[in-house]
């Protein structure tokens, strides 16, 4: 398997796309007109190790993110967390595409409460497998907000730099979830508080070293946390998300085992076994119901 390229810090990929140092090495606000995209046909992979949020125009090359490919032929908002994998395929023809990328590197989000909060934004999740389409009105609003963070990047950095950006960037987030909400579909508070305390719920669970010995949880398990019988929590989860309790644990299976395959060398047995399944045989069998490839085929498709 081809490795990923692994870019560790903003100052590496500013180098891989020949700009300047940044002025601050944790975040960078960077105009694609300014980036060397040049670069050689084919596909790459690139792991980051900091957070990505830009919107592309004009692009007419393809990105795989997950399991889903996108085509930047209008204004999409993208967002990509830090070890998740993006695959660049560049073909004859290519245009380079317009717009703006903000890298925010986690460490500069050390010890304020956006550290924690920004995991609540589910749309840097693999489980969202949709771009944000930007109407005209709501671009412009996400555009005024990323010149203030430009803006204060651009000043010299005092001990206000870092809370006024965290201030701003905390804004973008809040209406980017605003305007993925209208996107898709409105929950109200109370179901999507549910929604909030499964997603930590298994993100604990399958973060917990235990996992291997625990094995997968069970609905009996997640509905007993959640404090609601199997079946309200079923019919719940199944209005709001269209999916069932299982077929959510399966998703968040499926997502950890996406990553492992394209971020690792673990065997596929070794993958199965860290998340808790005691046959590789039922791993393989449920991966390949979820994404109609076996899990050696999606990895191949990062070489």
């Known amino acids: 398997m081809t490795t990923p390229l692994h870019i560790k810090t903003i100052s590496e990929y500013h180098a891989l796309r020949g700009l300047p140092k940044p002025k601050h090495p944790l975040i960078s606000v960077i105009n694609f007109d300014d980036m060397d995209q040049s670069g050689e046909l084919g596909a790459q992979s690139l792991i980051f190790d900091f957070y990505n949020i830009s919107i592309k125009r004009g692009m007419n090359y393809k990105y795989q993110y997950g399991q889903q490919d996108y085509d930047f032929d209008e204004g999409i908002m993208f ?9 660049i395929e560049k073909k004859e023809g290519y245009q380079n595409p317009s717009g703006w990328m903000l890298l925010i590197h986690p460490d500069f989000l050390w010890n304020t409460p956006l550290a924690a909060a920004i995991r609540q934004y589910e749309f840097f999740g693999y489980s969202v497998h949709e771009a944000l389409f930007l109407s005209g009105e709501e671009e412009l609003k996400i555009r005024q907000i ?105 998703q968040k299976v499926i997502d950890r085992a996406m990553e492992k395959l394209s971020t690792t060398d673990l065997s596929v047995g070794e993958i199965a076994y860290e998340l808790g399944f005691e046959h590789p045989q039922s791993f393989n069998k449920l991966f390949k119901q979820k994404t109609s490839v076996t899990p050696m085929e999606f990895r191949q498709r990062f070489n």
Request: charge should be neutral.
């Open 79 to 87: 967002f990509m967390a830090p070890k998740q994998v993006l695959r």
């Open 146 to 250: 990323i010149d203030n963070i430009q803006q204060e990047y651009h000043s010299n950095i005092d001990r206000f730099s870092q809370g006024i950006i965290i201030s701003q960037l905390e804004t973008l987030l809040n209406y980017s979830d605003r305007f993925y909400q209208r996107q898709f579909i409105t929950r109200n508070k109370a179901n999507h508080h549910v929604l909030e305390q499964l997603e930590k719920l298994l993100e604990d669970y399958f973060n917990d070293a235990a996992l291997i010995s625990k094995g997968l949880p069970t609905v009996q398990y997640i509905s007993d946390q959640l404090h609601m019988s199997p079946t309200y929590l079923r019919s719940l989860l199944k209005m709001l998300t269209g999916q069932n309790t299982q077929q959510l644990i399966h």
